[in-house]
C-alpha cells in the first residue's frame, strides 16, 4: 500500500510504515533541517509541498494523478489554531492546520487515514465546551468514514519510553483493533537496553557526526538499531554542559532530581557547597533528573532547555543525539541533518517512534487484507 505523510518531521512515521512494507512516494513539511533529514532517509519520497496552507485542492489532486492510489494519508498536525484574521476560537481544530489534513482526506479519498497528537488533545475544549475530539471525529464522519482513536504508550510496543500518544483512524470499512501489547511493567525495554554499549562522551569529547566503530550488541533491541549501520556510527553527539551542572550531578543519585516544591524532589542540601545551590525559581521545576537505567526513559521532548536537564545514568552529561534517537527507536542508520545539534533534538523529541508506527501500520495492513481479522473485536479502538 502507498501512504503520504502530511507534517511528516524526519520521518518516523514515514519509517514505521515503510518498515511494515508500505512505499512512502511523498511527504510535505515546512521546517528545513526535517526537511533534509526525511530526503536523505527517504531519497525516494518527494517533497510535494512545504506550506501545506499554500497547496490548493487542485495541487491535490495534481498530486493524486502523479501518484496514482494513495492508499492512506497519515500525519500529526498541530492542532492550535493559527488563524490571524478576525477573532477565533484558538482550539477549535477547524480553525488550525487540522483543516488542511481534512482538506487532503476529502481531496485524494484514501482507504485510511491516521493522524497523530498529544494526549492534551483529548481534554482540550473549545470555547462553546465542545471536546476538540469530538470535533474531529465528527468532521471525519461527515466524509463516510468510521472513525475513533486509541492511546498508546509506546512503553508497551518494545519502546524504551513511557510516551502517551493520541492515535485517531478511521476508513469507509471500519476501524482497526487496539495493536496487541508486547510489554508491561514487569518486562519494559529499559533506558540501559537500548545506550549502554554506546562510546562514552563528556565536556572534552563532544562526539563525532559520524565515525567508525564496532560496538557490541548486548540485547535482541540493540541488533535491531545496528542491524543496517554498517559499523558506522552517526549523530553520536552533544552540547557542551554547564559546568555547575556537571558539578552537580555527582550529587543526585540515579532516579531521582531536583525539585524543592515537591516531596519527592531533591532539595539544595545535598550540596556540601553553596556555590551549587540552585534558586528556589530553578528548583520550582524538575530539573538535573538522573534517570534511571533499569526503567525506560521519560519521554523524550523537543528542545534543548528541557532535555538537557534528562541527565545520563552514568556520565554527567545531557544524553546524545543518538542516545535520544535510540530511546525513540531509530536505527543507528536513521542520519538527522541540521546546523546545531538543537535541531536534531527538536526533530527527535516531535517524531512519532518508527516501531510504534510499523505496528500500527502491520495492524492497518492486517485490518485491510487479513480475511480472519476481526472487526467486532472488543479490543477495537474505543471512546476512553
Not at 161 to 178: A, D, Y
Not at 225 to 253: T, V
Amino acid at each position: 500500500m502507498k501512504i503520504i505523510d502530511l507534517f511528516a518531521g524526519c520521518g518516523g512515521l514515514s519509517k514505521g510504515f515503510e518498515m511494515a512494507g508500505y512505499d512512502v512516494p511523498g511527504f510535505v513539511e515546512f521546517w528545513e533541517p526535517a526537511i533534509k533529514t526525511h530526503q536523505r532517509n527517504f531519497p525516494n519520497s518527494t517533497l510535494l509541498g512545504k506550506d501545506i496552507t499554500k497547496i490548493s485542492n487542485d495541487e491535490i489532486k495534481d498530486i493524486k494523478n502523479k501518484i496514482g492510489v494513495i492508499d492512506g494519508v497519515v500525519g500529526g498536525p498541530p492542532c492550535q489554531g493559527f488563524s490571524t484574521i478576525g477573532k477565533r476560537d484558538k482550539n477549535d481544530p477547524r480553525n488550525s492546520l487540522f483543516k488542511d489534513f481534512l482538506r487532503f482526506v476529502t481531496v485524494i479519498e484514501p482507504k485510511f487515514f491516521l493522524m497523530e497528537n498529544v494526549t492534551g488533545l483529548l481534554s482540550t475544549r473549545t470555547e462553546n465546551e465542545e471536546l476538540v475530539i469530538d470535533i474531529i471525529i465528527s468532521e471525519f464522519e461527515k466524509l463516510g468514514y468510521k472513525a475513533n482513536y486509541m492511546v498508546l504508550n509506546a512503553a508497551n510496543y518494545g519502546i524504551p519510553q513511557m510516551r502517551k500518544r493520541v492515535l485517531v483512524f478511521g476508513s469507509k470499512e471500519g476501524v482497526i483493533n487496539i495493536p496487541t501489547e508486547l510489554n508491561n511493567k514487569n518486562n519494559y525495554l529499559t533506558l540501559e537496553d537500548a545506550i549502554s554499549n554506546l562510546p562514552s562522551l563528556d565536556s572534552d569529547n563532544l562526539g563525532e557526526h559520524s565515525i567508525e566503530t564496532v560496538l557490541k550488541s548486548s540485547n535482541p533491541y540493540q541488533d535491531y538499531l545496528q542491524k543496517h549501520a554498517n559499523g558506522i556510527l552517526h549523530n553520536h553527539i552533544i552540547k557542551k554542559q554547564n559546568e555547575l551542572d556537571i558539578e552537580r550531578w555527582q550529587y543526585i543519585p540515579e532516579g531521582r532530581y531536583m525539585r524543592s516544591i515537591n516531596p519527592a524532589g531533591l532539595k539544595n542540601d545535598i550540596f556540601p557547597d553553596k556555590k551549587l545551590h540552585m534558586s528556589a525559581g530553578e528548583t520550582s521545576q524538575q530539573k538535573l533528573c538522573r534517570l534511571d537505567r533499569t526503567k525506560p526513559s521519560w519521554t523524550v521532548l523537543t528542545d534543548w532547555y528541557t532535555m538537557r536537564q534528562k541527565t545520563h545514568y552514568s556520565q554527567p552529561r545531557a544524553f546524545s543525539v543518538r542516545e535520544v534517537a535510540r530511546i525513540q527507536s531509530f536505527g543507528d542508520d536513521f542520519i538527522f541533518e541540521g546546523e546545531k545539534v538543537t535541531d536534531f533534538y527538536k526533530q527527535i523529541g516531535n517524531a512519532v517512534p518508527p516501531l510504534l508506527g510499523k505496528i500500527i501500520a502491520e495492524e492497518i495492513d492486517s485490518f485491510f487484507n487479513d480475511k480472519d481479522y476481526s472487526k467486532n473485536s472488543e479490543k477495537q479502538l474505543k471512546l476512553f
